[in-house]
């Protein structure tokens, strides 16, 4: 019996100690899911916070975009693809921004049929309009412009809408194009966008000129500039770079004319502030003691015509209207390329010296900077000395490149040599890149030949010049 009892009671203890050592073991297994799982979230939480762009995504990071089953899954886009070093690019991506990405990578890495064939086995739900922009802007880059309208069709069939990026990209898909039907074709796309509720902004106008510049159609340019200012779209840089790249396909007379009068109308932008323009609006009030011609007082209908026809004639005369939302004339300063672009075109137009001064204002009128040979030139002729410098702009490598192409242009070869000298001793920062060594050398080669021409002229002559005999500081347009 006691034999009996020991064994019920060590059986007893036995199992106490297993039960202890299972519980054990339970409660490890559990702190051990916790800690796991803490992790995870942890995990869960940096990746989400801290998660690199896609373009930085490398080919071991891919790889970890795996499925719940834990295999990759890939885009059936051939056999050849899938075997081939850069299969990882046709995995099945997980939101359609990955999507967008990985036909970048693609495109960079091989042809733009395979991005086309690796969008063609895309599900739907992974297809964006962003992804389609990114095929038309390749077919852009590459000037198929057919093959811009086929993608921009089957892109509307899959029920994706376009935006304003997909009308700009579609524009410049003409911009490489000789063909004479391209300018009317980019038009089109210009008003097919009337279709889709979106209006034409600066940047499609920008797009349109540049085919247009292409085609040498100055004549289209500058009449979409004017249409610029009448539909309330206000031109910017580009717009005005484009235009006077351009004058000089205009017949002799009206190119430095032209060239001239869009430069004021971007001077009037820039010194025409909005609270100028909002004083000149709001001070603006006619008499109500107004009487017509005839001595009687006019009626309130008349007072009310007179002041909107007046309004018309001050927004035409300033050239640009105003904005409807804040009655404001968006201010800018003119870049290096406008800056530039226009002292190549006055230098390609010019006619006479006055063309030449009025180039020289305009740089002193920018940079505050003017050569001792202007100063000689401005006290014989017994004008103002004073330096009037508006901007105060800092004079850049590409702004003095088109200093010195402007003197060079214009046969004044020592008056751009000095122009470089004064704008180096001012600005000690300032440097020559490539393209500013290869001007001044020029200068410096032109200026000792026309030295060399001029003295032998001099040694040469028996009788008088017929003309007046210039000076070195004399202006004079016609290259030596």
């Not at 999507?99 to 739907?124: E, G, H, W, Y």
């Amino acid at each position: 019996m006691q034999s009996q009892i020991s064994k019920l009671a060590i059986g007893n203890t036995r199992s106490w100690h297993q039960q202890a050592y299972l519980n054990l073991v339970k409660n490890t297994t559990c702190l051990n899911q916790l800690r796991n799982q803490s992790r995870s979230s942890v995990r869960s939480f940096v990746t989400l916070k801290y998660r690199p762009e896609p373009t930085d995504y490398n080919r071991q990071q891919i790889r970890e975009e795996r499925q719940p089953t834990g295999r990759l899954q890939y885009v059936n886009v051939g056999e050849d693809k899938l075997n081939g070093p850069n299969k990882y690019l046709y995995t099945m991506p997980t939101d359609p921004y990955i999507a967008s990405n990985r036909i970048n990578q693609i495109i960079k890495t091989s042809t733009l049929d395979d991005a086309l064939n690796f969008v063609n086995c895309l599900p739907n739900r992974l297809q964006s309009t962003i992804l389609w922009n990114q095929l038309i802007a390749e077919c852009a880059s590459q000037s198929k412009a057919n093959m811009a309208h086929t993608l921009f069709v089957r892109m509307r069939k899959k029920g994706l809408p376009p935006n304003e990026r997909t009308f700009t990209l579609l524009i410049s898909c003409f911009r490489k194009s000789t063909s004479p039907t391209a300018g009317e074709r980019a038009k089109e796309v210009l008003v097919r966008m009337r279709e889709y509720n979106f209006k034409p902004t600066t940047i499609h106008i920008n797009a349109l000129l540049g085919v247009y510049g292409k085609l040498g159609q100055i004549d289209n340019i500058l009449h979409n500039l004017e249409d610029m200012k009448d539909n309330d779209i206000q031109p910017d840089h580009i717009t005005y770079t484009i235009a006077l790249s351009h004058c000089h396909l205009l017949p002799e007379g009206d190119a430095v004319k032209t060239v001239q009068r869009l430069w004021k109308e971007i001077e009037d932008r820039v010194e025409l502030s909005s609270e100028t323009f909002k004083q000149k609006r709001t001070n603006y009030s006619p008499s109500q003691e107004e009487e017509n011609g005839n001595g009687s007082p006019v009626s309130l209908l008349a007072r009310k015509a007179a002041k909107v026809s007046a309004t018309e004639r001050s927004m035409k005369k300033d050239r640009f209207r105003l904005s409807r939302e804040t009655r404001e004339i968006p201010r800018f300063l003119p870049d290096d390329s406008l800056i530039t672009a226009f002292l190549l075109a006055l230098s390609r137009t010019a006619i006479d010296s006055s063309d030449l001064w009025f180039g020289v204002r305009t740089i002193e009128k920018l940079y505050g900077i003017r050569p001792t040979q202007v100063t000689r030139m401005m006290e014989e002729q017994k004008m103002d000395t004073e330096i009037k410098a508006n901007y105060h702009l800092r004079v850049t490598p590409k702004s003095l490149y088109g200093i010195m192409r402007f003197c060079g242009g214009l046969g004044q070869y020592k008056l751009g040599e000095e122009y470089c000298h004064l704008a180096l001793s001012e600005d000690s920062d300032l440097e020559f890149d490539k393209d500013c060594s290869v001007v001044y050398e020029w200068l410096e080669r032109e200026a000792k030949k026309k030295v060399a021409t001029d003295s032998k002229r001099w040694r040469t002559r028996k009788e008088p010049a017929t003309g007046p005999i210039r000076k070195s500081y004399t202006f004079n347009t016609r290259n030596q």
